[in-house]
């Protein structure tokens, strides 16, 4: 896809999304023989269920027939969110990762599993936990510091909670 495209398609679909109280995380369009499938990743601070995947889908789908945004062959559209295992590149990423474990690759060099705490301007207070025993220790990383992280997945965690909270939802319409 090209930038143009993708510009063109972030500036189209963007107003819309955010009118259904959603950010627009991700656009990609990728070819399936010979059909093309636009996918459309979006989320929020409060999560994104199936319904207003359904609505955000009608609206992005009708502004999309009234436009030639895609060009004049077939597509599919697909609307859902980022997932359970999530990569973390904007603040509000962060934020929303608030109490999730989440796995980070350090720009000194290795690797860190930890709990994030709280998220500032700077950087966020994570929980490191304990091995074999001993206690969990906190710790600071600014974000500088940091060059990838993924929320990871928790079936078991301490409290109780299962983690459910992403399940990729998709809502498909042409």
Same mark, same amino acid.
């Given at each position: 896809?090209?930038?143009?495209?993708?510009?063109?398609? $972030? %500036?189209?679909?963007?107003?819309?999304? !955010?009118?259904?109280?959603?950010?627009?995380?991700?656009?990609?369009?990728?070819?399936?023989?010979?059909?093309?499938?636009?996918?459309?990743?979006?989320?929020?601070?409060?999560?994104?269920?199936?319904?207003?995947?359904?609505?955000?889908? $009608?609206?992005?789908?009708?502004?999309?027939? %009234?436009?030639? !945004?895609?060009?004049?062959?077939?597509?599919?559209?697909?609307?859902?969110?980022?997932?359970?295992?999530?990569?973390?590149?904007?603040?509000?990423?962060?934020?929303?990762?608030?109490?999730?474990?989440?796995?980070?690759?350090?720009?000194?060099?290795?690797?860190?599993?930890?709990?994030?705490?709280?998220?500032?301007?700077?950087?966020?207070?994570?929980?490191?936990?304990?091995? &074999?025993?001993? &206690?969990?220790?906190?710790? $600071?990383?600014?974000?500088?510091?940091?060059?990838?992280?993924?929320?990871?997945?928790?079936?078991?965690? &301490?409290?109780?909670?299962?983690?459910?909270?992403?399940?990729?939802? &998709? %809502?498909? %319409?042409?």
């Amino acid at each position: 896809m090209s930038t143009t495209q993708s510009e063109r398609l $972030r %500036e189209l679909l963007e107003p819309l999304v !955010a009118s259904q109280g959603l950010d627009l995380e991700e656009i990609t369009v990728d070819s399936v023989g010979r059909r093309r499938v636009l996918s459309v990743v979006v989320d929020s601070d409060t999560g994104a269920d199936l319904d207003r995947i359904a609505d955000v889908s $009608r609206v992005l789908s009708a502004k999309l027939d %009234e436009t030639d !945004a895609m060009g004049e062959g077939e597509y599919t559209l697909e609307v859902g969110t980022p997932g359970a295992e999530r990569a973390l590149t904007e603040h509000r990423h962060y934020v929303r990762a608030t109490g999730r474990l989440v796995r980070f690759q350090l720009g000194a060099g290795g690797e860190l599993v930890a709990r994030i705490l709280t998220v500032d301007d700077d950087g966020l207070d994570v929980e490191v936990p304990g091995v &074999k025993g001993r &206690k969990a220790t906190a710790r $600071r990383l600014a974000f500088g510091d940091v060059d990838k992280a993924r929320v990871q997945v928790e079936f078991n965690r &301490k409290d109780g909670s299962a983690d459910h909270s992403d399940s990729n939802e &998709k %809502e498909e %319409e042409a």
